[in-house]
């Protein structure tokens, strides 16, 4: 299957700073890419979908000035956290559209604690 | 709007043996897509199966098969020869082409496999 990285894998920060975090199509295009949170034992929830070149899709309840998102190519996209607080801290996964196979691709997730 | 329903939050089965996670969706859609994807321990999702509506067949990987009823909207996945690298959640998902559609995804189901 297609592999999506993503990168941190884990990262802590302090309550008010912003965190970047990095996905990545490895080897095919993706023109769409999405951003989960997950609570352990829980479903994944949609957070936002990314389209290349244009602005994110954000779901009813996502804070878009807070969760900033940007896909400036075919095989990168960055969530990018902004001024971080406890209540932030959560598993986040991306995945990112096959168009050849009409299927999306996870990332192996990005841990995130804020203290 | 879709839904997808595991109604069995857990469970457990012998090594080697067979067991079928039940998996129901609700949808006004005649050309959609299934997916199984399986969440280890490192939380990785990892696509186990796919189904395309309009195909009859039923899809199979390896051990792992499934039962797909369009007329009664179920799509259950068969894994035979459980092997202890199993042990995951799995969720089953949902997705309406084109592909930069969302996946819904249902509440996941956590399978233990017994040594």
């Known amino acids: 299957g297609a592999v999506v990285s993503q990168h941190p894998s884990r990262v802590i920060c302090k309550s008010g700073t912003s965190v970047k975090i990095e996905c990545r199509s490895l080897d095919f295009q993706a023109t769409t890419m999405f951003w989960y949170r997950q609570f352990p034992k829980q479903s994944l929830m949609l957070m936002a979908t990314?389209?290349?070149?244009?602005?994110?899709?954000?779901e009813q309840g996502v804070e878009k000035d807070k969760f900033l998102i940007n896909h400036a190519s075919l095989t990168l996209s960055t969530l990018t956290v902004t001024s971080a607080h406890p209540e932030d801290s959560s598993f986040y996964i991306c995945?990112?559209?096959?168009?050849?196979?009409?299927?999306?691709?996870f990332g192996p997730g990005t841990r995130l604690l804020v203290l | 709007a879709q839904t997808v329903t595991q109604s069995q939050p857990e469970m457990s089965v012998q090594e080697a043996e067979t067991v079928t996670l039940s998996c129901t969706y609700d949808t006004s859609e005649s050309n959609y897509y299934l997916f199984w994807y399986k969440q280890p321990p490192s939380r990785q999702m990892i696509l186990v199966i796919r189904q395309e509506a309009y195909k009859q067949q039923n899809a199979t990987e390896n051990r792992f098969s499934v039962n797909f009823q369009k007329a009664a909207k179920s799509f259950s996945l068969k894994i035979s020869d459980s092997q202890l690298g199993d042990t995951a959640m799995y969720f089953c998902?949902?997705?309406?082409?084109?592909?930069?559609?969302?996946?819904?995804f249902g509440k996941g189901i956590t399978l233990s496999v017994r040594p």
């Open positions: 990314s389209n290349e070149g244009s602005k994110a899709t954000y």
């Open positions: 995945s990112a559209r096959s168009l050849s196979e009409e299927t999306q691709y």
């Open positions: 998902a949902f997705m309406k082409p084109p592909g930069n559609s969302k996946l819904t």
